[in-house]
T-cell receptor
């Protein structure tokens, strides 16, 4: 059974810092890995999707890497801003049913 | 605009009163699914559907039903809601091809069962 873990559970950084969020998964037989952002009480916004054959994806200040063999992914946020404050969720697609398995998220707060 | 919509967004009900949460997508996606999100447990899949008339159980299907009569709609039915079904519910959709699918989520439905 696929399990996804995110560390740390919460993180507070001052504005302007670069930061890294970590995600690990137990079964390396994945189709892809997706990073989401969730604002309090809101839905999920897809940030980046990395196919199993890819090593990284970039979008603006965000860069996500994937090391499938070791079951790890990182989300790098450059020059953090208060608007980046949210919960970041990592999810992997695996199995015959294209099932997404989520981690419990990292709650990020960027302070002024 | 490509989107997944859910209704209602908020619902307070009482134990045993049947309810339906609707989900609709306008992206011609084959795959649709329902998740519930609970503190400390993350998002867990309830049911999924690979296409019309093809549904299957996820990790936590007890107490829920679904149907997929049309490609765009995937309603979640609680025949006899109980307080342990109080949760935040999300509908999601994607193309079926797992290698390429990016899943799109609806805005969520916050359900309280008294």
């Amino acid at each position: 059974k696929q399990e996804v873990t995110q560390i740390p559970a919460a993180l507070s950084v001052p504005e302007g810092e670069n930061l890294v969020l970590n995600c690990s998964f137990t079964d390396s037989a994945i189709y892809n890995l997706q990073w989401f952002r969730q604002d309090p009480g809101k839905g999920l916004t897809s940030l980046l999707l990395i196919q199993s054959s890819q090593r990284e994806q970039t979008s603006g200040r965000l860069n996500a890497s994937l090391d499938k063999s070791s079951g790890r992914s990182t989300l790098y946020i450059a020059a953090s801003q208060p608007g980046d404050s949210a919960t970041y969720l990592c999810a992997v697609t695996s199995g015959t049913a294209s099932k997404l398995t989520f981690g419990t998220g990292t709650r990020l707060q960027v302070t002024l | 605009e490509a989107q997944v919509t859910q209704n209602p967004r908020y619902l307070i009900t009482v134990t045993g009163k049947k309810l339906t949460v609707t989900c609709s997508q306008n992206m011609n996606h084959e795959y649709m699914s329902w998740y519930r999100q609970d503190p400390g447990l993350g998002l867990r899949q309830i049911y999924y559907s690979m296409n019309v008339e093809a549904t299957d159980k996820g990790d936590v299907p007890e107490g829920y039903k679904v149907s997929r009569k049309e490609k765009r709609n995937f309603p979640l039915i609680l025949e006899s809601p109980s307080p342990n079904q109080t949760s935040l519910y999300f509908c999601a959709s994607s193309f079926t091809r797992a290698s390429y699918n990016e899943q799109f989520f609806g805005p969520g439905t916050r359900l309280t069962v008294l």
